[in-house]
């Protein structure tokens, strides 16, 4: 990821893909990966990106972004998600998608998101869009 940042001048954020034809094979259970697949639709309608895998934690973004959009992120928890991507729509900023691996936790593990995390991610979504339409 850091050298696709470095190499490319099109984009300053880099967003992790763990759904990428390489990686779809991917140990996540099948409900896990269909409301991440859901929620990363809803974010692209909403905000008019392309990502491919919004909810990955996988982000990698250049200080002068992250700095553009830092005094607009007030979520907590799993929110920061959605309202991380929908403040970089409102700054046309549009991310690169890269595939990623990664090992998902079970919640015997520690694993901490739940249904309550989706609904609050859809939450998010429609209030953020509400208030990039009247920021436009």
């Known amino acids: 990821m850091i050298r696709l940042l470095e190499s490319n001048t099109q984009s300053d954020v880099v967003y992790g ?6 990686t779809r094979d991917s140990p996540m259970g099948f409900l896990h990966k269909s409301v991440n697949q859901f929620l990363t639709w809803l974010s692209n309608r ?9 909810e990955c934690c996988y982000k990698m973004f250049r200080i002068s972004c992250i700095e553009r959009i ?4 007030t979520e ?15 700054h046309g900023v549009k991310p690169i998608n890269h595939p990623v691996s ?14 309550k995390d989706g609904f609050r991610a859809v939450y998010v979504m429609t209030r953020e869009a509400l208030v990039g339409n009247r920021k436009r």
């Open 70 to 73: 830092l005094n607009e992120l």
């Open 46 to 54: 909403l905000t008019g990106l392309r990502v491919q895998d919004m």
């Open 17 to 22: 893909d763990r759904f990428d034809a390489g």
């Open 76 to 90: 907590d928890r799993f929110g920061i998600e959605p309202q991380v991507t929908a403040a970089l729509a409102r």
């Open 102 to 115: 990664y090992n998902p936790r079970n919640f015997q593990e520690g694993k901490k998101i739940g249904a």
